[in-house]
């Protein structure tokens, strides 16, 4: 069985931010980076079912050179080979051109499954997997929960997660795209052995200039502002006796605070 798992790189978690002079960036200088979350239960749902069914996980991932180090990652968690299309100008910068690299590389690729993580930790459009399973003309489930796979048959069943508590169960024919949510499944550590394995593993690395991709074509998206929200806070003390307080509280948590 082979498998794709789609990982981008973004910064860590417990980054604190400084937004750039001009107001429409981050300032990346002292930044550390990681796998997004959603990306790393990709990755792990990608090894169980290498696990289970045998066969070989790749990592695609369109970003900058850095990336070789969280890509290193993925390699000693148990992936067997990796793809780095570099795109160290940030060419592909929103989720369709991301999305029209990705395919141009699956093009000349064979697998039986395509995973992504529903959203990006960073911009969270939650778009890239959807745009890539239509330019390719696959089908596609998305908030992906569980992951069942008939190997005879050529089929996935994937079990979505909807509002309300709600899920549902949909079968589709291989090759598919599906995009994990994160918390599907405890995702593992490297050990010792996967590290120094991941040293031997192969990168191959393809400069973004070399697939002659008019990414200016595909719709574009510009970042006008980026600011911190405002922390404020502010109570009211509702007043009178008890059932015209009732009353009121009701009223406003109907039209106001829309939860009734």
Request: negative net charge.
């Amino acid at each position: 069985m082979r498998i794709f798992t789609c990982l981008k790189e973004v910064p860590h978690r417990d980054t604190r931010y400084q937004i750039t002079a001009e107001g429409t960036g981050i300032v990346e200088t002292d930044l550390t980076f990681e796998i997004s979350e959603c990306d790393e239960y990709s990755l792990e749902e990608a090894l169980k079912l290498k696990e289970k069914h045998d066969g070989e996980v790749t990592i695609l991932t369109v970003g900058r050179e850095r990336s070789e180090r969280s890509i290193r990652k993925g390699l000693s968690m148990g992936a067997d080979r990796a793809i780095l299309v570099a795109d160290n100008e940030s060419k592909a910068s929103n989720p369709h051109a991301v999305a029209l690299v990705l395919s141009e590389i699956l093009r000349s690729e064979q697998y039986d499954l395509l995973l992504l993580g529903t959203h990006s930790d960073d911009f969270n459009y939650g778009q890239t997997g959807v745009i890539l399973a239509e330019l390719l003309g696959l089908p596609h489930a998305t908030i992906v929960m569980e992951i069942q796979v008939d190997v005879n048959n050529q089929t996935v069943r994937a079990m979505r997660e909807m509002e309300n508590g709600w899920f549902e169960w949909v079968e589709m024919s291989m090759p598919a795209v599906l995009t994990i949510q994160a918390g599907i499944s405890k995702v593992r550590y490297p050990s010792l052995r996967g590290i120094m394995q991941a040293k031997k593993k192969e990168i191959k690395k393809i400069d973004l200039s070399s697939l002659e991709l008019n990414l200016e074509s595909v719709p574009q998206l510009e970042i006008s502002k980026l600011y911190f929200p405002e922390s404020v806070s502010s109570a009211e003390i509702l007043k009178g006796d008890s059932s015209a307080v009732v009353a009121e509280l009701v009223e406003r948590l109907k039209k106001e605070a829309k939860v009734l």
